[in-house]
């Protein structure tokens, strides 16, 4: 098991159109080794989440810039259950205020990543993240 | 002493300032790193003399301000006459919510409008749109027909101030709206102003919010100018966009060249529908953006200034000196705001707003310091403003016309800048304009290899960023208050369109989408048949759905 990349799906839910700081993300995972799949723009949780199911991905980020993550996220994360997926590891990056990130992971959010988040930062939580998840689920 | 001279001694003293006072300072004291560079990642270098300005000529280059190539400005005495537009850019929740702060921010000395729509809107989606859901009211203010815009302006004399709208795919249909709650306060179409933004090509490009494909696209903005030239001549009916561009990741000089290729996109476009240059050049605008690199930045605007004019004059053949002017509204760069101690934002937009003015700006948007992480209270939108107004009237350097001239480091920077765009420009007219450079990614795969490689330098120090990869503390110090947009919105306007839906003569509406769709199909200016529509109450998602069965939707293809 320790060999299997980390298989990584970015989305970018809702009609939010800013996409930069997802593919820098996605780039860096790639570089730091991951299989990374970027969805494009403007899915709907359903399609994410079919998406994750498909590509049997470890993490999901879900970039959200437009304010619309308290209705969005916890419709990902419950459709992660539904679809027996609570192992895959999620993380929020974009605009959130400070009240929301509790919130947040208190539905399950691993982390949030806000503006200014360093890759380096990114690329080994998300490693960790992953590990930990491996090994509470075996 | 004959030019030649003149560079020969130059480099004579240079070279011996070099060797006897340089290089023993720099055996003692090395300097602190190999490359000093842009926030653009541009070298530069230690220091700027004549030599590096000996290709200019000043009547030539640098000139007059109100004189072609404009490079000292548009105006011949710039902010002596008249100070900058402070334009601050508003809008969240209901209609009424935002009518509410567009009064206060006038009570509080702003000059002029500019709405920000909610994503739905600026995607031509109704607020009970499946879509929509989550997303009304969040990042902009939600409007939905013709009512909703009523409401927006209710109170506010539509002939005394100009308003800014940024609105692109489905601008026509806002603009018409705006047109419309003016004949119904007896305002003349003959003298209101203001601007839609109205610039799709920058959504291929970054900020991706569009509707239908590039031909049908850039036949309803040809519709809205045209429009302009004969029914709303004071009207700016496009503002050519490089502020998302930048955004988005691109370097200064991509910013730049982009969008005036952009804007050449557009002129070829109207010509070739055959409007007179003359005729609609003057009412073009502009809009960039400005970090925090402090001389780059001067040197865009500048460059800018100069470049569209020798396009407008030598591409174009346009023969009104307004015909080549680069006018432009800027805004300090959000992506430079920082949710680390969000405090120091506000020192940040203070150097960038210093920058437009000393750039040259006719407008100007200042970000507030919690925009990293929700929309500005009304006290951060307050202090943004204040930060303009301590610019225009403590700063002392709105006395004088382009004070940075003949600086032989901006100046040098401007050429530079100058140079890069015409290179830029050639490639993508080898490509065959600006559609087919989007078609195949050029300009977008710059942008992402640009914002990667800026974030590499965050990452890896070359590029300090303060509280983010240094200064950092653990816990921030004083908390920012946030506005919060919660669900009611959503709840409100749904129940304000299904009042509307069962109100309205849905017989009207019907008619009115149906000539609308026929006139699409041909031709003809859509504009009328727009009006007509927002008059009968037809909702921004119907009438952008009735364009969709025509012109189809984009896909972005794949890269």
């Not at chain 1, 974009?94 to 690329?123: H, M, S, W």
Request: aromatic share 8%.
């Amino acid at each position: 098991m320790g060999e299997r990349k980390i298989r990584v799906l970015i989305a970018k839910p809702g009609l939010d159109g800013h996409d930069r700081g997802a593919k820098v993300v996605a780039r860096a995972l790639r570089d730091a080794g991951m299989e990374v799949i970027y969805t494009g723009l403007r899915q709907t949780p359903e399609q994410i989440v079919t998406a994750a199911l498909q590509e049997d991905v470890d993490v999901i980020g879900l970039s959200i810039l437009s304010g619309a993550h308290m209705t969005l996220v916890p419709r990902v994360m419950q459709l992660l259950q539904e679809k027996g997926l609570q192992d895959v590891v999620v993380f929020v990056g974009g605009i959130i205020p400070q009240e929301d990130i509790p919130k947040l992971k208190a539905l399950g959010v691993a982390e949030v990543f806000l503006p200014g988040t360093l890759l380096e930062q990114i690329v080994n939580v998300v490693r960790q993240s992953v590990k930990r998840s491996l090994e509470t689920s075996e | 002493m004959t030019t030649k001279e003149m560079t020969s001694h130059l480099e004579e003293a240079l070279s011996r300032w070099e060797e006897q006072t340089l290089r023993p300072t720099l055996a003692r004291l090395p300097e602190r790193a190999a490359e000093f560079t842009t926030t653009s990642l541009r070298p530069i270098k230690r220091l700027y003399t004549p030599l590096d300005i000996q290709h200019l000529d000043f009547e030539r280059d640098i000139g007059f301000p109100g004189e072609y190539p404009f490079t000292r400005g548009i105006h011949p005495t710039m902010y002596r006459g008249k100070l900058w537009t402070m334009r601050q850019f508003a809008g969240f929740g209901t209609a009424f919510d935002t009518n509410k702060r567009f009064k206060y921010l006038l009570e509080q000395g702003q000059m002029g409008l500019s709405v920000a729509f909610d994503l739905p809107t600026l995607m031509g989606l109704d607020s009970d749109h499946p879509l929509a859901e989550g997303e009304v009211g969040k990042c902009g203010v939600a409007v939905s027909s013709l009512e909703d815009m009523e409401v927006l302006f209710d109170g506010i004399p539509l002939e005394e101030v100009t308003t800014s709208m940024t609105i692109n795919a489905p601008a026509a249909v806002i603009f018409a709206m705006y047109l419309v709650v003016a004949e119904k306060q007896g305002a003349d179409w003959k003298k209101i102003s203001g601007t839609i933004q109205n610039d799709i090509l920058k959504e291929y490009i970054a900020q991706k919010e569009w509707i239908y494909p590039p031909a049908p696209s850039m036949r309803l903005i040809v519709d809205t100018i045209a429009f302009c030239t004969q029914e709303v001549p004071r009207w700016h009916p496009i503002s050519i966009s490089g502020y998302h561009i930048r955004e988005a990741g691109a370097t200064a000089l991509q910013e730049l060249a982009f969008t005036l290729r952009d804007g050449i996109e557009y002129v070829e476009w109207c010509v070739r529908a055959g409007l007179d240059v003359d005729a609609f050049a003057p009412r073009l605008s502009f809009f960039f953006n400005c970090h925090n690199d402090f001389f780059e930045e001067i040197a865009k605007f500048r460059a800018a200034r100069k470049v569209w004019a020798r396009v407008m004059r030598e591409r174009f053949g346009a023969r009104d000196p307004r015909s080549w002017m680069c006018r432009f509204h800027t805004q300090t760069a959000g992506c430079s705001l920082t949710a680390q101690q969000p405090y120091n934002n506000v020192v940040r937009t203070t150097i960038q707003a210093l920058a437009a003015v000393l750039g040259g700006t006719q407008s100007l948007h200042t970000n507030a310091l919690d925009e990293a992480l929700a929309l500005p209270t009304e006290f951060t939108a307050m202090l943004a403003l204040r930060t303009q107004q301590i610019i225009a009237h403590e700063s002392g350097v709105v006395n004088t016309v382009d004070p940075l001239a003949g600086s032989y480091f901006v100046e040098a920077l401007t050429s530079e800048m100058e140079r890069g765009c015409y290179e830029y420009f050639e490639k993508i007219d080898a490509m065959g304009g600006m559609i087919a450079a989007i078609e195949r990614g050029f300009p977008q795969k710059e942008i992402q290899e640009a914002a990667y490689r800026y974030q590499q330098a965050v990452d890896r120090r070359e590029k300090i960023i303060v509280g983010v990869n240094e200064y950092v503390l653990e816990k921030e110090p004083i908390e920012v208050p946030i506005l919060y947009i919660d669900e009611s919105v959503a709840e409100i306007q749904k129940e304000r369109l299904r009042r509307l839906r069962a109100r309205r003569d849905n017989a009207k509406v019907h008619r009115t989408l149906e000539a609308l769709k026929e006139a699409a199909r041909g031709t003809e200016n859509t504009m009328p048949y727009i009006l007509e529509c927002v008059r009968a109450y037809a909702t921004l998602g119907e009438i952008c759905d009735a364009l969709k069965e025509v012109f189809g939707e984009y896909q972005e293809p794949p890269f």
